[in-house]
T-cell receptor
């Protein structure tokens, strides 16, 4: 099956610091990965589409300088929350699209719960 | 942009009762996907519907895609406590020159009382 991992699963940081979250496709290559944010009892909101070897595409209202995305290899994308503030506290989830298939199915990572103090 | 409305937002049932969640779009959809998210967990893919009028079953779960491909439903027969979670539908949006991306409905949170 297609497995996506995320690290760390949980992180607590001080306001003003930066946090990096990794998303890995473990048994398949993913030219495209997606980053979502989910606030408590709300739906998943797409933040950006991460494309291997090129710049990420951000959704309207998402600050690209605050949420840095790097997709340097076919199995790894990273999201860095820069100068984090309490309002950035959320559940961040990545997903990956299997490059071998033509379907739109995305495989989700287990998520990273970020708490900014 | 393409959005999908999902209702109800929340439903609680007695164990053994049925449950249905609905998703509606104002535009014709190429496909629709359904996901389940357990409390504290991440979304898990359940199924994708592609064809007009399609009906698919997974044990006690029945998924339907409307004839006009503008609405879909997920029905659970005889709910169990293991069905607890939030059920999301998701539709594909195709930006010009980019990969398809998923837009999620608001989700229906299901609580099952034993």
């Amino acid at each position: 099956g297609a497995v996506v991992s995320q690290h760390p699963s949980r992180v607590i940081c001080k306001s003003g610091t930066s946090v990096k979250i990794e998303c890995r496709s473990l048994d398949f290559q993913a030219t495209t990965m997606f980053w979502y944010r989910q606030f408590p009892k709300q739906s998943l909101m797409l933040m950006a589409t991460s494309n291997e070897g090129s710049k990420a595409t951000y959704e309207q209202g998402v600050e690209k300088d605050k949420f840095l995305i790097n997709h340097a290899s076919l199995t790894l994308s990273t999201l860095t929350v820069t100068s984090a503030h309490p309002e950035d506290s959320s559940f961040y989830i990545c997903s990956a699209r299997d490059s071998r298939t033509s379907t739109d199915t995305q495989y989700f990572g287990p998520g990273t719960r970020l708490t900014v103090l | 942009g393409q959005q999908v409305m999902q209702i109800p937002q929340y439903q609680h049932v007695q164990e053994g009762e049925d449950f249905t969640t609905y998703c509606n779009s104002s535009t014709t959809l190429s496909n629709i996907q359904w996901y389940k998210q357990r409390p504290g967990g991440h979304p898990v893919f359940l199924i994708q519907l592609v064809k007009s009028g399609e009906v698919k079953k997974q044990k006690r779960l029945t998924f339907q895609f409307g004839e006009a491909k503008k609405n879909s439903s997920l029905h659970i027969t005889a709910t169990q406590t293991t069905d607890v979670g939030t059920y999301f539908c998701a539709v594909t949006r195709s930006p010009s020159g980019g990969y398809n991306k998923l837009i999620f409905g608001a989700g229906t949170r299901l609580a099952v009382h034993p």
